[in-house]
């Protein structure tokens, strides 16, 4: 590239992307949904909220939704092929086990292995809190068999990025970042940042939000 100055930003191509949404498993899915106008969001009757621990109260709110849209397959991980092992995926939040996959497809969809790649290929990610999640694993025994400090690196989403750029073997710089409803597009925005710095030759950049219910 030439110096920053003389750089606009068009000189960045987008050359792979992947995604998973409600209803779709890929970004084309995902596009055919748009095409066709498929609603993928799920609603519920008062009875099937009632039923899944829905607090009445809670229920007879008018501002409260009855709807919620789910990933398909969303506790599914192999974690022998990123180098994990049972319990530890067990303990990992699911966001951090879905941008593993995602990253993945991702690379390969441009046609690039970060081990043979010789230049530096940078990650920048987001990731919603998942109190849900730290509650329910508060408990675990994996937390005593790994170790507590351990177990919170697996836990906690601030951590998300080191875990996928570190086994996916990736050099450049890695963040993750936090900006509410704009998080993903601020990732993008500062992966592009770091292309036109000279910070890195390559970026990956996203966001994900998935809450255990």
């Known amino acids: 590239m030439g110096k920053q100055s ?6 960045i191509a987008i050359i792979g992307m992947d995604g998973r949404f409600p209803g779709a498993k890929n970004v084309e899915e995902y596009w055919e949904n748009l095409v066709n106008g498929k609603e993928t969001i799920s609603f519920f009757t008062d009875e099937e909220l009632l039923e899944a621990g829905v607090d009445p109260e809670t229920l007879a709110d008018p501002n409260y939704v009855k709807a919620n849209g789910f990933l398909e397959n969303s506790d599914y991980f192999d ?11 067990a303990l990992m939040d ?30 920048y990610v987001g990731a919603s809190p998942n109190f849900e999640w730290e509650a329910l694993t508060l408990f675990s025994p994996e937390i005593n068999m790994l170790g507590a400090a351990s177990a919170q690196l697996l836990i906690k989403k ?7 750029a570190y086994k996916l073997d990736l050099k450049g710089p890695g963040f993750t970042m936090t900006t509410a409803c704009s998080t993903s597009l ?28």
């Open 158 to 164: 601030d951590f998300l990025c080191g875990w996928v």
């Open 94 to 123: 699911p966001q951090t086990r879905i941008f593993h996959e995602c990253t993945w497809n991702c690379l390969e969809d441009a046609g690039y292995c970060p081990s043979t790649y010789n230049g530096l290929i940078g990650l």
């Open 79 to 89: 974690s022998s092929f990123f180098g994990y092992t049972d319990r530890e995926a």
């Open 186 to 213: 601020v990732a993008i925005h500062e992966a592009c940042q770091g292309i036109l710095n000279g910070e890195c030759d390559m970026a990956l950049a996203g966001g994900v939000s998935v809450t255990v219910e």
């Open 6 to 11: 003389d750089l606009t930003g068009f000189e």
